[in-house]
T-cell receptor, first 116, second 112 residues
């Protein structure tokens, strides 16, 4: 069964350092999402890609966060510099088409970030 | 804009008992509704989704949910809880543009 892959699974860093997370969506999925899930809360969308283009990044803190999906396949989310409040689970999801209500989002296992 | 409210951050049931997790939604357009389950340190797995077809939706692992427009609800039920059902459950709503909004989650505990 195809799955969304993410790495690393866990990351501990000190504040002001740079961190990067990687996501490989299910093969053939055009839409890729990055979510942030703070402990005890539901996921919140950070950025959505359709192929290599950003569709929605309205909730991405652009002063410190960046995301790219250069070839429309895998994606990298970067934080520089990391702050204590960035400690969370970062989830990647993908869907076949995007924009259709019947299109299911498949989630990866996530990267748990701890900023000290 | 869409939003969901999950009533009860923690629900505890005995093994074999009925599971009822409550979700109310708010949407300015016909909603599409989802229930996801999350096990510790894992991603979210889709249990079921409502996309304006049948109001009673059956999902995986014996779960089902009923869309009630008059009550703006989409509660999740399972007739008989199993120990393996212990997890975090998230209700989510979309307006149809993949603009999914998640609730805060309900942690289900199953007692032996």
């Amino acid at each position: 069964e195809a799955e969304v892959a993410q790495s690393p699974r866990y990351k501990i860093t000190e504040k002001s350092q740079a961190v990067a997370f990687w996501c490989d969506p299910i093969s053939g999925h055009a839409t890729l999402y990055w979510y942030r899930q703070i402990l005890g809360q539901g996921p919140e969308l950070l950025v959505q890609f359709q192929d290599e283009s950003v569709v929605d990044d309205s909730q991405l803190p652009k002063d410190r966060f960046s995301a790219e999906r250069l070839k429309g396949v895998d994606s990298t989310l970067k934080i520089q510099p990391a702050e204590l409040g960035d400690s969370a689970m970062y989830l990647c999801a993908s869907s076949l088409v995007g924009g259709a209500p019947t299109d299911t989002q498949y989630f990866g296992p996530g990267t748990r970030l701890t900023v000290l | 804009a869409q939003s969901v409210t999950q009533l009860g951050s923690h629900v505890s049931v005995s093994e074999g008992a009925l599971v009822l997790l409550r979700c109310n939604y708010s949407s300015s357009v016909p909603p599409y509704l989802f229930w996801y389950v999350q096990y510790p340190n894992q991603g979210l797995q889709l249990l079921l989704k409502y996309t304006s077809a049948a109001t009673l939706v059956k999902g995986i692992n014996g779960f089902e949910a009923e869309f009630k427009k008059s009550e703006t609800s989409f509660h999740l039920t399972k007739p008989s809880a199993h120990m393996s059902d212990a997890a975090e459950y998230f209700c989510a709503v979309s307006g149809g543009n993949n603009d999914m909004r998640f609730g805060a989650g309900t942690r289900l505990t199953v007692k032996p």
